[in-house]
């Protein structure tokens, strides 16, 4: 039997490139336990990165769809409000992720566990512009 060869899959869109995206992205990055900062839609799709690069960033963002979906369902399930942040701690780093609108979220790669006080305040204060940048 004949293979049949598999349409060629489109190449992921490359992250939208935003002085101002960009330059909301700065302040996270002043702080030194941060990393790495990521904005993706909510199908997965990298917006923009900055800080040090995250290996397999596009696996890392599917995974993350997949965990804010799972987490979704369970707050549909349960009646509890919309999901607003998530974290997950593991030794020696931690991943927080917000919620900026309904398309869009924000992942820090953070050093350390539990994410300090600090990076938290800077996220609540940089929302009201990411959120206004990416429903433009």
Do not use: C
């Not at 900062?37 to 960033?57: D, I, Y």
């Not at 999901?83 to 398309?103: D, M």
């Amino acid at each position: 039997m004949p293979q049949r060869s598999r349409p060629p899959r489109p190449d992921s869109p490359p992250p939208i490139p935003s002085d101002r995206l960009a330059n909301e992205l700065r302040p996270f990055l002043d702080k030194p336990e941060v990393e790495s900062v990521l904005v993706m839609s909510s199908e997965g799709r990298l917006l923009a990165t900055a800080g040090s690069p995250v290996e397999e960033v596009e696996t890392f963002a599917a995974y993350l769809r997949t965990l804010l979906s799972i987490s979704r369902v369970l707050g549909d399930k349960h009646g509890f409000s919309p999901l607003q942040s998530l974290s997950l701690e593991y030794l020696g780093k931690t991943v927080l992720v917000n919620h900026i609108s309904e398309g869009s979220v924000l992942a820090l790669v953070v050093r350390g566990s539990g994410g300090s006080g600090v990076i938290r305040y800077l996220v609540l204060k940089q929302m009201p512009q990411l959120k206004a940048i990416l429903e433009g």
